[in-house]
């Protein structure tokens, strides 16, 4: 799943729009948009769901409660930038990450997972934090800086903004935080942003 894709069923979970609108949102070219709607509609059908539709100029997409929970959460809708965000967050939330279990998770390669969780130390490097290999384990975190600690809470509050302010069980997230007390961490989480 792109982030062109993403970013239109994201759209649509809010509403109706326009090709020129859905064009501005996400800086792409409307024949672009067109490929990419009848993708989607390929992997819509396949879910035996509805399709996205083309009525009065807007396009829409209909879909139960529980159907949007799934298409907007499920790890198989997530772009490239989520399974980074995903991949970041879990490091900097548990501490430690075993990158084989991940590309098993994601269903993806082993040089995918590399090339994505390489972007996750570049961030980290600039940041000042630091890790170590523990030997056919994963990457331990020894020390989070300054900076990270800041771009946790942004990438955190970003994820609850997406789902609603909450973490449902379909979610790749619901794992993570399942035991953690999601509306303390929420109320902390504001009253941190706030701040």
Known sequence: MNSTNTGILNLLSHGEFSLKDLALYLDVDSKTLVKNISQLNINLKDLNMNEIELKDGKYQLELKDEQW?????????????????????????????????EKNQFDISRSSINRYFQIVKNILKENKSTYRYEAGKGLKLENIGLKDKSTFCKKLIKIFVKNDLSISSVSIYYNLFKDSQLDNLLEKLYNLFSF
Request: glycine share 4%; hydrophobic share 50%.
């Open 69 to 101: 929970n799934y298409v907007v959460n499920s790890k198989e809708f997530l772009c490239v930038e989520d399974i980074i965000d995903y991949l970041y967050l879990k490091f900097i939330f548990k501490g430690f990450i075993n990158l084989e279990f």
